[in-house]
């Protein structure tokens, strides 16, 4: 089943400009990651935040967990068309987890140069 | 540096096929999944291995089987290959415990026909 939901699907800007993600989650959790995808290949792991964590930072990308709301954000800041891909969040169930994360249907980020 | 290798990039299978998809992992993690991608539908579970010869199943395991009788191989069979397994199937491998953090392997998209 699907727990996370993002949001844009997809998400069209300039080269320089920002780009924001938001992931929706249902249960509590151990914590949440984020993944990129390039057209056509496997998942690489960006980011984790723990759930006791609010902001975390990784050169150009900042994530923000917000328990009481159940949601998490993802900020690439000065895009580059080299960042175009699938992003995705996962989440890691909070009780008897031995591993698996539940990951949302992504969003699509074309950077234009 | 952690690797994870699916044994195809593309594969053409007839309907009615036996497939095996192998995936061999070098970090010696515990944790091995399958899963298929599908446009609009994100990344869905089929099987999950916690250990040599242990299984479960995921949110969509019809159709399909597993095989771990190595740490570092997870197999996934279609016993007979449908027209809707067509899909994008992707491996990946985690630790048992801590982060939760999943490594991916490259992909295998098949094509059923």
């Known amino acids: ?28 959790i151990n914590n949440l990651q984020w993944y990129r995808q390039n057209s056509g290949r496997g998942l690489v792991h960006l980011i984790l ?17 917000d328990t009481s709301k159940k949601s998490s954000s993802l900020l690439i ?9 699938s992003y995705f969040c996962a989440t890691a169930h909070r009780s008897g987890n031995t591993g698996k994360l539940i990951f949302g249907q992504g969003t699509t980020l074309q950077v234009k140069p | 540096d952690v690797k994870v290798t699916q044994s195809s990039r ?11 998809l192998e995936c061999v992992q070098d970090m010696d993690h515990e944790n091995m999944f399958w899963y298929r991608q599908d446009p609009g539908l994100g990344l869905r579970l089929i099987y999950f291995s916690y250990d040599v010869k242990m299984k479960e199943k995921g949110d969509i395991p019809e159709g399909y089987s597993v095989s771990r009788e190595k740490k570092e191989r997870f197999s996934l069979i ?3 290959a449908s027209t809707n397994q067509t899909s994008m199937y992707l491996c990946a491998s985690s630790l048992r415990t801590g982060r939760y953090e999943q490594y991916f392997g490259p992909g295998t998209r098949l094509t059923v026909t």
């Open chain 1, 1 to 28: 089943s699907q727990q996370g939901e993002e949001d844009p699907q997809a998400l069209s800007i300039q080269e320089g400009e920002n780009a924001t993600m938001n992931c929706s989650y249902k249960t509590s």
């Open chain 1, 49 to 65: 935040i723990r759930s006791n964590e609010r902001e975390k930072h990784s050169g150009r990308l900042r994530v923000t967990l």
């Open chain 1, 77 to 85: 800041t000065a895009s580059r068309a080299a960042d175009t891909a």
């Open chain 2, 10 to 20: 593309y594969l053409v299978k007839r309907t009615g096929e036996k497939v095996f």
């Open chain 2, 78 to 80: 279609l016993e007979s």
